[in-house]
């Protein structure tokens, strides 16, 4: 399951909030948010992100719940639904709001010791009292359940999953000086992962004990994998039932690769468009009070097509590593990514900037990332684009970092508001 954090960080440029004498606008870590107008400048606090849930606890502790009459009308109290205290994106009397704020008083509920916390700190829980937590609605928490509940896959031990990509703004500031920086357009599909590697076989007892004496039965063997976000596909899975129905839209990138892999090199990317006639993932509706000033520049329903037409899919790589026996895995540089790509008549991952030399200046990084947030997309002028992925390579070490747009976090919000299930979370 994604993780989800809140983070200590510094309120900044506070500034008067439109429509309304009580609130004020801060940034935390670039990301505007609502707060009450006596909250001051570089006031340090607690951050939650969009996507969260509040725990109850934390809720009854600092008041965030509505205090209601016996009519049930709102008398105090705070704004948070009592059932789902969700964070989300969303406009307050014309203000965008990208998460809540709030003291470092808020957790002395914990009874943690508040005077060790730092700026940077990132958490979900204090001492096992539970703070927030990743927002997942019913329908995607069914499809986990069943998810664990399904029969185990053999094990690819050198087929990596690709790690969660963490926010830009919160490790922004530990980008190193001379790092080389790639901004690419970050894509709304569902996660495929491809691989030439080793699968270990189901072995049956009375032939391991064979094994034991003299090795006669092979354990392992070499086979090309196909994978989702989390699970693993052999080629006779290729007519299993997914999120999206028959996985056989999967393997059509598999019969371009099939040969042309080395042994243990994986391919990631996202698939994007349709599936069995079906869009890969939700449109969003521009119906919404949010998103309605959005319906002169797109259609609602608005479908994250990526110049598909409907019932079309394709692909964009945005990463390529080789895994060592040992299990350490190596990615290869965006220039070899793009090369080899290139060779194989593949797609890569849509690049904003050419790759660039990190120069220590944060201000003008934030600027250019964020200019590429709430556009059209730039591959499909149809919807807007999610965000952005900040590849970032130093010392043969390479890391990935989003950020999404305004406009498409409450997109977002609204679909897990109607029900649909949150593909990526469960897949």
């Not at 040992?326 to 090369?339: E, I, P, R, T």
Request: aromatic share 12%.
């Amino acid at each position: 399951m994604m993780s989800y954090t809140c983070i200590i960080c510094k309120l900044e440029n506070v500034r008067v909030a439109k429509n309304s004498d009580n609130l004020a606008i801060g940034d935390c870590l670039g990301n505007p948010v609502i707060v009450s107008k006596d909250y001051p400048e570089n006031m340090i606090g607690v951050y939650f992100p969009c996507d969260g849930l509040l725990s109850q606890e934390f809720c009854k502790a600092n008041n965030l719940f509505p205090v209601l009459d016996k009519d049930g009308k709102r008398i105090g109290g705070g704004f948070f639904d009592s059932i789902k205290p969700r964070v989300r994106a969303q406009k307050f009397r014309g203000n965008r709001s990208m998460g809540f704020f709030i003291g470092l008083d808020s957790l002395k509920f914990t009874a943690y010791d508040l005077d060790t916390l730092k700026i940077g700190d990132s958490f979900d829980s204090l001492d096992g009292v539970t703070v927030c937590s990743k927002y997942i609605n019913p329908a995607t928490f069914k499809a986990l359940n069943e998810r664990k509940r399904g029969k185990k896959q053999p094990i690819a031990p050198l087929f990596f999953e690709h790690k969660d990509t963490d926010q830009f703004d919160y490790y922004s500031k530990e980008i190193p000086v001379g790092a080389i920086i790639t901004l690419s357009n970050k894509s709304h599909g569902t996660s495929g992962r491809y691989s030439y590697t080793t699968v270990n076989l189901t072995v049956p007892l009375w032939k391991r004990i064979i094994n034991k004496v003299m090795l006669v039965f092979p354990t392992s063997k070499n086979e090309y994998v196909v994978g989702t976000r989390r699970t693993v596909l052999l080629s006779e899975d290729e007519n299993k039932e997914g999120f999206h129905g028959s996985e056989a839209f999967r393997y059509n990138f598999l019969s371009n690769v099939r040969g042309k892999l080395p042994l243990n090199m994986t391919i990631y990317l996202e698939i994007r468009g349709w599936a069995n006639n079906k869009p890969i993932m939700s449109p969003h509706s521009l119906d919404k009070n949010d998103l309605k000033s959005l319906k002169n520049k797109y259609p609602s329903p608005m479908y994250f097509s990526y110049a598909n037409l409907e019932g079309q899919c394709d692909y964009s790589v945005y990463r390529i590593t080789l895994s060592g026996n040992n299990g350490d895995q190596f990615d290869l540089s965006w220039d070899q990514v793009k090369a080899f790509c290139k060779k194989n008549d593949l797609k890569c991952a849509f690049e904003l900037t050419q790759s660039f030399v990190y120069d220590g200046n944060l201000e003008e990084l934030k600027k250019k990332v964020y200019s590429y947030l709430d556009v059209p997309d730039p591959e499909d002028g149809r919807h807007y684009s999610e965000g952005v992925v900040v590849r970032v390579d130093f010392n043969g070490v390479t890391s990935f970092y989003k950020k999404k747009g305004f406009y498409f976090s409450i997109g977002e919000g609204i679909c897990k508001d109607s029900g649909s299930l949150d593909i990526e979370e469960a897949s």
